[in-house]
């Protein structure tokens, strides 16, 4: 266990409609980060986020949008759903803003879109 | 923008032999981080290299940071079934880490 919770674990939808995935980070840890993992794919960081402000940005769609909260944890999202926003959604956290230390992954959420 | 690619995609081996993979960054890395992600499971971070040229192991793991910090291997010896997952390294260039494409590892008994 990470100490990184995610929910839902599995979400399953409509095209066109719209999620929000919720990330708590381990305890101590101000950075968030987000990935999207495809089938058979590689992990593509999507944003990161650091004691409430945006950090880093990534490969991530204008559809899709994620804020930290003040109490740290994250939310992720993602709207006007495709098919191809079929994915494992990772989000991971970390103490430090630089990525220089270790990144703890929550179980992921899986999305389906129908 | 930065890339790191790994080789290779995919790796079927025999329960004892060896297995490599391997990490390229089309640009210069602070720090290469090493993961391991299990089937149906998360990544998990394994190690950290800093230096260049540094070497570390972990029992049966080999982790390498080449001289020019532009790449990094991983190698595992005498492989067990254990070992199945895929293995992703992770470069940080200047702002993020960069995840690489990752390395499946298939273990036969």
């Known amino acids: 266990d990470s100490g990184v919770t995610q929910t839902p674990k599995h979400l399953i939808t409509a095209t066109g409609q719209r999620v929000t995935l919720r990330c708590s980070p381990r305890s101590g840890d101000l950075s968030v980060y987000w990935y999207q993992q495809s089938l058979d794919q590689g992990l593509q960081f999507l944003i990161q986020?650091?004691?409430?402000?945006?950090?880093a940005k990534g490969n991530i769609l204008e559809r899709f949008s994620a804020q930290q909260f003040p109490d740290l944890h994250s939310e992720l999202n993602l709207s006007s759903l495709e098919l191809g926003d079929s994915a494992l959604y990772f989000c991971?956290?970390?103490?430090?803003?630089?990525?220089?230390?270790?990144?703890?992954f929550g179980p992921g959420t899986r999305l389906t879109v129908l | 923008g930065q890339q790191v690619m790994q080789i290779p995609q995919y790796q079927h081996v025999q329960e004892g032999e060896d297995f490599t993979t391997y990490c390229n960054s089309s640009t210069t890395l602070s720090n290469i981080q090493w993961y391991k992600q299990r089937p149906g499971g998360h990544p998990v971070f394994l190690i950290q290299?800093?230096?260049?040229?540094e070497v570390k192991k972990q029992k049966r793991l080999t982790f390498q940071f080449g001289e020019a910090k532009k790449n990094s291997s991983l190698h595992i010896t005498a492989t067990q079934t254990t070992d199945v997952g895929t293995y992703f390294c992770a470069g940080r260039g200047t702002d993020k880490l960069i995840f690489g494409t990752g390395t499946r590892l298939q273990v036969f008994p």
């Open positions: 986020y650091y004691n409430g402000e945006e950090r």
């Open positions: 991971a956290s970390s103490v430090s803003h630089d990525g220089t230390d270790t990144q703890y």
């Open positions: 290299l800093v230096k260049s040229g």
